[in-house]
């Protein structure tokens, strides 16, 4: 039995075309509705057949769903959540994608209020945007996180966690404040550091661009490969998750000071025993198979 028939899809970029393609693989009699504010992203959602039906309004794409999946940036949530309000069903549940928690379920009950609201985030994704980049495969073996707020119909709950699993992901579910402050170290930081390090290669003088490129080591292009994720996204990552983004980035800063330091003074010891310790973090993320050697903030268990 499938958890919900009729789904609709908002925001038909990389996630929400990877969420209608996975539907599409592994729920095939799911009726597939979709929505863009972007007309050329609907133009493509069309041509390429992401959905059963892409209508031009989120109003009208959501008028017999079961289920709504909002796949938008998390800063542009609460405003089309307000945009299909009027023509939700009341038995419909709403459920989100965004990269943090706590913003978009205070956004959701502010513009949905009464409608049952059961808040995700699949931790997967590529530095890709656009509704031509989205796959299939995309949330294989890979957390997905829900958030729903106190209180939510645990019958609600376990349809959203059933409508992941169909679509290859594992469950996880922890208040939005902790997801906030857990993915602001694993998952915020490093695209932070990746956008300075990049930044800051690009600004040198005394080193070229064409230096940059050839010379590249590997730490240097996975670095590249996060920092070309989708601005507009991680903006709204930042400005949304701020506190726990500021908190960690004031111990990152202490730490990174205290580096600085030993190098000064030359204590190879405390460089050492730092290196001595990450290295057992990766390892112990290699045996517990969480890692195929792709550059992949994002993975989950394979
Ligand atoms: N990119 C990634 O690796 C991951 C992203 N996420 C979350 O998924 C969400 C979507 O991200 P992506 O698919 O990567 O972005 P994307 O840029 O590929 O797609 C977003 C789409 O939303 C549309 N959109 C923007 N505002 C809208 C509005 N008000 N109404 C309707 N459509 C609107 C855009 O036109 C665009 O087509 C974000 O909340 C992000 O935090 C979650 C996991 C991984
Ligand atoms: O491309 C990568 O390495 C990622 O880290 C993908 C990603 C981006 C944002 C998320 O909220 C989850 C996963």
């Known amino acids: 039995m499938l958890p919900f028939a009729r789904v609709t899809v908002i925001g038909l970029g990389l996630i929400g075309s990877s969420v209608t393609r996975a539907v599409r693989a592994r729920m095939p009699t799911v009726r597939l509705t979709g929505y863009d504010a972007d007309p050329s992203v609907r133009d493509t959602a069309r041509?390429?057949?992401l959905c059963d039906d892409v209508t031009d309004t989120a109003g009208?794409?959501?008028?017999?769903?079961?289920?709504?999946?909002?796949?938008?940036?998390?800063?542009?949530?609460?405003a089309v959540a307000a945009e299909l309000a009027a023509d939700l069903p009341a038995d419909?549940?709403?459920?989100?994608?965004?990269?943090?928690?706590?913003?978009?379920v205070e956004a959701l009950q502010a513009a949905l209020p009464g409608t049952t609201i059961v808040p995700a985030h699949p931790v997967a994704g590529t530095e890709q945007s656009g509704p031509e980049a989205g796959f299939a495969t995309l949330f294989n073996h890979r957390w997905c996180?829900?958030?729903p707020?106190?209180?939510?119909?645990?019958?609600?709950?376990?349809?959203?966690?059933?409508?992941?699993?169909?679509?290859?992901?594992?469950?996880?579910?922890?208040?939005?404040?902790?997801?906030?402050?857990?993915?602001?170290?694993?998952?915020?930081?490093?695209?932070?550091?990746?956008?300075?390090?990049?930044?800051?290669?690009?600004?040198?003088?005394?080193?070229?661009?064409?230096?940059?490129?050839?010379?590249?080591?590997?730490?240097?292009?996975?670095?590249?490969?996060?920092?070309?994720?989708?601005?507009?996204?991680?903006?709204?990552?930042?400005?949304s998750n701020r506190e726990a983004?500021?908190?960690?980035?004031?111990?990152?800063?202490?730490?990174?000071?205290?580096?600085?330091?030993?190098?000064?003074?030359?204590?190879?010891?405390?460089?050492?025993?730092?290196?001595?310790?990450t290295r057992a973090v990766r390892r112990s993320i290699v045996e517990e198979g969480q890692d195929d050697a792709a550059p992949d903030f994002g993975r989950s268990h394979e």
């Open 149 to 239: 707020p106190e209180g939510t119909d645990p019958v609600a709950i376990e349809r959203v966690a059933s409508f992941w699993r169909n679509l290859g992901a594992e469950i996880e579910t922890m208040a939005p404040e902790h997801h906030d402050r857990v993915l602001a170290v694993t998952s915020h930081l490093p695209h932070l550091i990746a956008y300075t390090i990049v930044g800051t290669a690009s600004d040198l003088e005394e080193v070229t661009r064409s230096e940059v490129i050839k010379y590249s080591a590997g730490g240097f292009r996975d670095f590249t490969r996060i920092a070309a994720s989708d601005p507009t996204m991680w903006r709204d990552v930042f400005l």
């Open 47 to 49: 041509a390429i057949e």
């Open 245 to 277: 983004v500021l908190d960690m980035l004031q111990r990152f800063s202490e730490d990174l000071s205290a580096l600085q330091r030993a190098i000064r003074w030359g204590k190879g010891d405390e460089l050492f025993e730092l290196f001595e310790r």
């Open 92 to 104: 419909a549940i709403v459920t989100d994608v965004g990269s943090c928690k706590a913003s978009v």
């Open 145 to 147: 996180i829900l958030t």
């Open 60 to 78: 009208a794409s959501v008028i017999d769903a079961d289920l709504v999946v909002l796949c938008v940036p998390v800063g542009a949530m609460g």
